[in-house]
């Protein structure tokens, strides 16, 4: 019974993990997996070329509180896509932990 479960768990969490799949535009239109290293990257430079032409703008004029908030946008997605990556490696860690010691895998709150 108890493996039926953790097969049961399994399954539902591998359907939820796929409707959480979220893909981003890069540039050129392509579509990548959201906090790939081409994301990663796509953000970093699109970054990068917002504050060579910010830096170009007369401080305090309009332009240049528009690139400042585009930036700040993009900066605000790389955090999330970083997040993202570090999210899917502990999860990939406590996963090779479980088959490791498939016990630990237990509910905890099972166990009063």
Request: hydrophobic letters at 35%; glycine letters at 6%.
């Amino acid at each position: 019974m108890r493996r039926e479960v953790a097969d049961l768990r399994e399954f539902v969490g591998a359907v939820l993990e796929e409707k959480r799949v979220r893909e981003a535009d890069v540039t050129g239109g392509a579509k990548v997996p959201f906090g790939s290293s081409k994301h990663v990257r796509d953000l970093q430079r699109r970054i990068r070329d917002l504050e060579a032409w910010r830096a170009k703008q007369k401080k305090g004029s309009e332009n240049r509180a528009n690139y400042s908030r585009l930036i700040s946008k993009l900066k605000g997605e790389l955090a999330a896509a970083k997040r993202a990556v570090a999210r899917a490696k502990l999860k990939e860690v406590r996963a090779a932990q479980v088959e490791l010691n498939p016990a630990s895998s237990e509910c905890r709150s099972c166990h009063h």
